[in-house]
């Protein structure tokens, strides 16, 4: 079974600054699809930014970037120039590709409350 | 695309009674997931559709609870004889399977159930 650790419950930046958020993550499936979801307060999940793991390049999305380390199992999201409307709860999360037959659910971890300071 | 929404959006129930919640997902994503998430945890998967059919079910889904999706479209997640236990927030997410890339989930806003 798959098991995604977030460690850090709770981080806090200043606008405009660069924040890290850490993920680990245990499997032993080779190839796999990682996500970091953002759950802004009282409003519905939404996707930030995905990666699969048979690309070696890291994804981006404006601001948003991962350091994939596929050895190390290890997928932190880097946000940069915080904005106020990055608070939220973030999400890691791992899926197996559909390809194996298996039923794509997405394992999450606990999450990290981000908060942005003005 | 108006996005995958959910009805009620917040249920508050008595013990013992049962409750009903409908998602309906994005027009023509095939898959739809159930996920069920406690205060201060990730969600948790519960079941999922790929069409009308149901693939796969969680441990966590007692007896109690039982999901269709009649038409492949809306889906209802009905709990029986609730229990304080039961109060969460519980997700619906659909996706496009079979594009060849990731099966990317597009959540929607929850139903959040307390059981006094």
């Known amino acids: 079974a798959q098991t995604v650790t977030q460690s850090q419950p709770e981080m806090s930046v200043q606008e405009a600054e660069t924040v890290t958020l850490s993920c680990t993550y245990d499997?032993?499936?080779?190839?796999?699809?990682l996500f970091w979801y953002k759950q802004p307060p009282s409003r519905q999940m939404i996707l930030v930014i995905r990666?699969?793991?048979?690309?070696?390049q890291n994804a981006t999305e404006n601001r948003f970037s991962v350091n994939f380390q596929k050895a190390a199992k290890s997928f932190s999201l880097k946000i940069s120039d915080s904005q106020l409307g990055d608070t939220a709860m973030y999400f890691c999360?791992?899926?197996?590709?559909?390809?194996?037959?298996?039923?794509?659910?997405?394992?999450f971890g606990k999450g990290i409350t981000l908060s942005v300071r003005p | 695309d108006t996005g995958v929404s959910q009805n009620p959006r917040h249920k508050i129930t008595k013990r013992g009674q049962n409750v009903t919640f409908r998602c309906d997902p994005i027009?023509?994503?095939?898959?739809l997931y159930w996920y069920r998430q406690t205060l201060g945890q990730g969600p948790e998967f519960l079941t999922y559709?790929?069409?009308?059919?149901?693939?796969?079910k969680s441990r966590l889904l007692s007896d109690r609870f039982s999901a269709e999706r009649p038409k492949g479209s809306f889906s209802t997640l009905e709990i029986q004889r609730t229990e304080q236990g039961d109060s969460a927030m519980y997700l619906c997410?659909?996706?496009?399977?079979?594009?060849?890339?990731?099966?990317?989930?597009?959540f929607g806003p929850g139903t959040r159930l307390t059981v006094l």
């Open positions: 997410a659909s996706s496009l399977a079979g594009g060849g890339g990731p099966d990317t989930q597009y």
């Open positions: 499997t032993s499936e080779n190839n796999y699809y």
């Open positions: 990666q699969e793991a048979y690309k070696q």
């Open positions: 999360a791992f899926m197996k590709p559909q390809n194996t037959g298996a039923n794509s659910k997405l394992t």
């Open positions: 027009s023509e994503h095939n898959r």
């Open positions: 559709f790929q069409n009308e059919a149901q693939l796969e």
